[in-house]
């Protein structure tokens, strides 16, 4: 799939679109959430993407999070499928046409609990889209109990004291083999964007963990997953500038070391090690961090994880150029001799 163009540097894109017609219907959701942010940043990421709507599909599953792709992107198709289900309805509808942009968007609770085990099969057979998890550490849509991710000795109001440990979706994500593993904040709009940018053009299952407080139940500052938290603990193990294959730029970048790691369609990702210490395309020094940064109760943020070495689902299935739901009948149903040849074969 060739990648989208470069935004033009105007209030129109590539399209001649402006970011208005990347809007979709108004918010319902909290005044101050999180995830509204997250919405505003995937319509800036796909306007200078120049992304045509018609190739991208939106899904999600149950929760405030899956409220999100309504917010966003007007003119794609969406569906909006059961608790925890999204992952298998992407993977089938990716398949059925692997030339779509597919971006996802689940909540804690529909990724990292009922949706747990759809999640990591997913990552693992490598379907090729964004999968955004809006985490805030709780169910907002029914009144704000305790998520796999909500922290040790959390306190909510009307949920009591949580005393089991948190899952790291990032972790999960990374030792179910994901290529591309990132976390962000909701109060860090660049950083979003950046983040999706790239993940849109990344030859497989791109995982973004982006911490969204829930205004309502969540957002006390003692919380990992709150504002005050987010904004005083984050702590970027590095920066980086997503280049479009399209265009030849000069990217001037402050002092320190720069690393240029080229996806499959050309395009590139230049890192920046903003304390020379993490490698993010060291699988091991991944799961250290992670692992460490749960130990001291940090908030990492960054592009954690890069392998774009494996093969999409797509590519691993040896699907033609032509996506199957374009192909006509007398391609893709069997013929009545050839039916019967494969019955008696099993006699």
């Not at 920066?239 to 395009?267: N, P, R, W």
Request: proline fraction near 4%; charge should be neutral.
């Amino acid at each position: 799939m060739t990648a989208a163009a470069p935004a033009a540097k105007s209030n129109v894109n590539i399209l001649g679109l402006t970011k208005a017609d990347y809007k979709a219907a108004p918010s319902t959701l909290c005044a101050g959430c999180g995830h509204n942010s997250i919405a505003d940043k995937v319509i800036d990421a796909t306007f200078e993407l120049g992304l045509k709507q018609h190739e991208v599909i939106k899904l999600s599953g149950i929760g405030c999070s899956s409220k999100s792709p309504a917010y966003f992107l007007g003119r794609s198709h969406g569906i909006n499928t059961l608790h925890g289900r999204m992952p298998s309805v992407a993977t089938g509808a990716l398949m059925a046409n692997h030339q779509l942009y597919g971006v996802g968007v689940s909540g804690d609770g529909d990724t990292g609990s009922i949706g747990f085990g759809q999640f990591k099969h997913m990552v693992r057979r490598n379907v090729r889209m964004v999968y955004i998890v809006e985490n805030n550490g709780v169910y907002g849509l029914t009144k704000g109990q305790f998520s796999a991710t909500a922290d040790v000795g959390q306190e909510l109001k009307h949920a009591g004291r949580n005393e089991l440990p948190p899952l790291d979706l990032c972790l999960e994500a990374i030792i179910a083999d994901c290529g591309f593993v990132a976390r962000s904040f909701a109060g860090d709009p660049k950083h979003v964007t950046a983040l999706i940018k790239a993940a849109f053009n990344f030859p497989g299952t791109a995982v973004l963990d982006i911490i969204s407080p829930c205004v309502t139940f969540n957002d006390k500052d003692d919380s990992t997953k709150s504002y005050a938290w987010g904004k005083s603990h984050d702590e970027r193990v590095n920066d980086f500038t997503f280049v479009m294959q399209q265009d030849e730029i000069t990217v001037e970048y402050e002092e320190g070391e720069t690393k240029a790691v080229e996806l499959h369609d050309g395009s590139q990702i230049m890192l920046r090690k903003l304390d020379g210490k993490h490698d993010p395309t060291n699988r091991a020094a991944a799961i250290t961090l992670l692992d460490e940064a749960r130990e001291k109760q940090q908030f990492i943020t960054g592009l954690i994880y890069l392998n774009p070495a494996r093969a999409s689902l797509a590519t691993a299935a040896n699907l033609i150029d032509s996506p199957l739901a374009w192909l006509p009948e007398s391609r893709t149903r069997p013929s009545r001799e050839s039916l019967d040849k494969i019955v008696a074969s099993l006699k």
